[in-house]
């Protein structure tokens, strides 16, 4: 599957960003979906996973309530709202897929990626 991340951009700290990955493919909606980030010098990081229903989802602790994963299997799309921004969170945001389904938090488990959206959070 091929996946397109936009939303990004630059907003000021107390704010909200939401992120949309569009994804092709006529079996978008059986793949468990993530969101990753990676900030200047670091490793890419888990964010959200949302399962193929999107009755489950997961989240990092540093994200946890500011953060929502969702996604519309109709749109072939999912979404990451972002509120209550921190400057932490200023990174690229990359969202994936898992062909097997299971909700993980794991980066290696993820089969497509997407380009990557940058997110600049300021102070």
């Known amino acids: 599957v091929q996946l397109q991340a936009s939303g990004g951009g630059l907003v000021q700290a107390g704010g909200s960003l939401r992120l949309s990955c569009a994804a092709s493919?006529?079996?978008?909606?059986?793949?468990?979906m993530g969101w990753f980030r990676q900030a200047p010098g670091k490793e890419r990081d888990f964010v959200a996973a949302?399962?193929?229903?999107?009755?489950?989802?997961y989240y990092a602790d540093s994200v946890k309530d500011r953060f929502t994963i969702s996604r519309d299997n109709a749109k072939n799309t999912v979404y990451l709202q972002m509120n209550k921004m921190k400057p932490e969170d200023t990174a690229v945001y990359y969202c994936?897929?898992?062909?097997?389904?299971?909700?993980?938090?794991?980066?290696?488990?993820?089969?497509?990626w997407g380009q990557g959206t940058l997110v600049t959070v300021s102070s």
């Open positions: 493919g006529r079996t978008f909606s059986r793949y468990g």
């Open positions: 994936a897929a898992d062909r097997s389904a299971v909700l993980t938090t794991l980066m290696s488990r993820y089969d497509d």
């Open positions: 949302i399962s193929w229903t999107g009755g489950n989802a």
